[in-house]
């Protein structure tokens, strides 16, 4: 069912710090948070300004003999046990040929002992305290291990220390097994409460299937829990599982696209494994992940087509499916060799037509009872290898890292857009302006569907009527989800704006909204330098929240006709009333203003509903009144945020 963790180079440091550097809200906070990159800092930073991280003595790393056991500090230390001979007692797990370490805690913690990274043999570890003379008694442990990261891989050891507390490490292999590994001691945090997907190191990338110039791949995903209490891993018809899915991206000419994905895998039993190097806590059976277990799929596995589901069955937010109406119920089958599976072009991967591209690959698993969505993906580097036709190859040694693709756009000023109810998820924007020289400027958009379940159904640029626009285009790899087309949006540059847009949800032609896990690229040349300004995403399906606005560089605006206007005075009518609020909600809607300045009653520099509900507050119940410029006209005094007055017809 599930394979052993592959080795990766994602370490554990890392990996606990990034579960811990997101903070993912799944209800209420602000609209628009920007980011700039997500941490990677290991948790052990802190400890090594306390301990220095000791190199290895010798061939083997440890000594050989109990009574000149080599000092050991916090950190990752490599060491071997080829040619040890056996020095002290064969414990909870017949240790042979050992080698000895000497470790003082520097902090009164509970500290871990693991031996599991690049292990190439059945590894095992006892602990004994220093007062024990040497050589000590099968009796005198206060840790031993042999196989917590799986049977024939490598021994953790977690105990309570003092500040000062000296232990000795006994290194050897069941049975007197000798090779190679890591030896990691960190301090063992407390995991935060609930369930909490991290995803680990991605290291299987392979391809299944061909039908003509296209191929079907699957992506291992090694599936960790970085929180307190099990992970829900019910198979089929129960709804509570994990579903995983893979995606690849080409970085080239300064643009990020995806050029394919999977659908959804829907998990089906869980292993209790330390991939994370979290200090698995195994539930009783598979049915759940365990507090800081982890769970491998191979890539063959997550290329089961049977088993692969349409994404849109599932709400990215909630994680709420309903087997009964999916496409899985059904049955299915057969399938060609790219039906469901992660599918590529050659054209997408060949390097020959691509000279100087980078690509990346990326796993996401979502899941309803899931804490933290955003290190609940991870991305890769990967090269392809192979030809047009044949057989692709594709090299995955480089470090994974976790959070969405969409931050390996170098440069791209990357904001976080959260439907601001806190009743659905969030999309990432990226943006980017490019000087081509000779007064024209290529502006870039990327928008990455991290778990907005309304999806997004059009976005738009400001843009003056005196700029000058050209070569607009769009991006999106092909979804092939049945009810949805893979249609490009439609671009029309109107009077005041760049909008793109694919089909009204309800209309009888499909659309194709920016569905959960996918990204979509926006892009046009302009001859206005780069500026600030409010981008609007429509959002496509039902939502508290029609239009997100985020402030993001876009064409500067030039010959503003009008700089004078009335605060609250949505209908530019002269005055405020309540057909101001009434049409301010209705262009929330279905428009987009001309003067955002006017509709922003609150002055809070953001256009949302909040504004009518100040105005009607001010009209009916005594509230506050509309901030300067009111009731006359007059510029903005507060001319510091991205909204803009571009056309105002209610000022004399």
């Given at each position: ?223 960790c829990n970085a929180g307190a209490e099990p992970l829900d891993w ?65 890539a063959s596995t997550n290329a089961w087509q049977a088993i692969l ?339 105002y017809g209610g000022c004399p």
């Amino acid at each position: 069912m599930q394979g052993a963790p592959p080795a990766g180079t994602m370490s554990a440091g890392s990996s606990r710090a990034l579960s811990r550097a997101t903070s993912h809200r799944k209800a209420g906070g602000t609209v628009i948070r920007g980011i700039s990159a997500f941490a990677n800092v290991p948790i052990l930073s802190a400890l090594l300004a306390l301990a220095p991280l000791h190199s290895p003595l010798g061939a083997q790393g440890g000594t050989d003999a109990c009574t000149a056991a080599a000092p050991i500090g916090v950190g990752v230390t490599p060491y071997s046990t080829v040619g040890a001979t056996t020095d002290g007692p064969q414990a909870c797990a017949q240790i042979g040929s050992d080698i000895w370490y000497l470790f003082t805690a520097p902090a009164a913690a509970t500290w871990r002992f693991r031996l599991c990274a690049n292990t190439n043999y059945d590894a095992a570890l006892a602990i004994y305290p220093v007062a024990v003379p040497c050589p000590p008694g099968s009796g005198d442990t206060i840790g031993c291990n042999d196989d917590a990261c799986g049977p024939g891989q490598g021994p953790i050891v977690i105990l309570p220390l003092l500040a000062g507390e000296l232990v000795r490490l006994q290194v050897g292999g069941w049975s007197s097994a000798v090779g190679s590994g890591e030896i990691l001691i960190e301090e063992n945090l407390p995991l935060p409460a609930g369930a909490d997907i991290l995803i680990g190191e991605i290291a299987g990338f392979d391809q299944f299937g061909r039908v003509g110039s296209e191929i079907g791949c699957g992506i291992d995903s090694r599936t960790c829990n970085a929180g307190a209490e099990p992970l829900d891993w019910f198979i089929n018809p129960d709804p509570r599982h994990p579903f995983i899915t893979s995606a690849a991206y080409r970085l080239e000419g300064d643009r990020l696209v995806q050029i394919g994905m999977s659908w959804a895998k829907h998990g089906f039993g869980a292993a209790q494994d330390d991939g994370c190097s979290l200090g698995c806590t195994p539930f009783v059976d598979n049915t759940r992940l365990g507090s800081g277990c982890s769970d491998t799929y191979g890539a063959s596995t997550n290329a089961w087509q049977a088993i692969l589901g349409p994404r849109s069955e599932v709400d990215p937010w909630t994680g709420a499916y309903d087997y009964a109406t999916s496409l899985l119920s059904q049955g299915g089958g057969p399938f060609n060799g790219v039906e469901r599976r992660l599918r590529i072009h050659d054209d997408d991967l060949d390097p020959a037509q691509h000279p100087g591209a980078t690509w990346i690959c990326e796993v996401y698993v979502l899941a309803h009872d899931d804490l933290d969505h955003t290190n609940s993906l991870a991305r890769q580097p990967f090269v392809p290898n192979g030809v047009p036709g044949g057989a692709w190859d594709f090299d995955t040694s480089a470090a994974s890292t976790v959070g969405a693709a969409i931050f390996s756009w170098p440069g791209a000023q990357v904001t976080e857009v959260a439907e601001p109810s806190g009743n659905d998820g969030q999309v990432y924007l990226a943006a980017k302006a490019i000087d081509l020289g000779g007064g024209l400027w290529r502006y870039e958009y990327a928008i990455q569907n991290l778990d907005l379940g309304a999806g997004i159904g059009s976005f738009s640029v400001p843009v003056s009527g005196s700029v000058a626009v050209s070569g607009i285009g769009f991006h999106a790899a092909a979804q092939f989800e049945p009810g949805f087309d893979d249609q490009p949006w439609s671009s029309t540059r109107l009077s005041d704006r760049v909008l793109w847009q694919t089909d009204a949800a309800g209309t009888a032609t499909p659309q194709n909204p920016l569905r959960w896990g996918a990204l979509y690229n926006f892009w046009f040349t302009a001859d206005a330098p780069p500026d600030t300004v409010l981008l609007a995403l429509g959002v496509h399906f039902s939502s508290p929240t029609p239009v997100l606005t985020v402030s993001a560089t876009g064409p500067e605006p030039v010959g503003t006709p009008a700089l004078t206007f009335r605060r609250g005075d949505v209908n530019e009518d002269g005055g405020v009333d309540i057909s101001d609020a009434i049409t301010g909600l209705d262009c929330l809607f279905q428009c987009f203003p001309s003067c955002f300045d006017a509709h922003d009653a609150n002055d809070d520099g953001q256009w949302d509903i909040a504004d009518p509900v100040y105005s009607l507050a001010y009209l009916f119940q005594g509230g506050s009144s509309p901030a300067s410029p009111f009731p006359g006209c007059g510029a903005d005094g507060t001319d510091v945020d991205p909204l803009d007055c571009l056309v105002y017809g209610g000022c004399p």
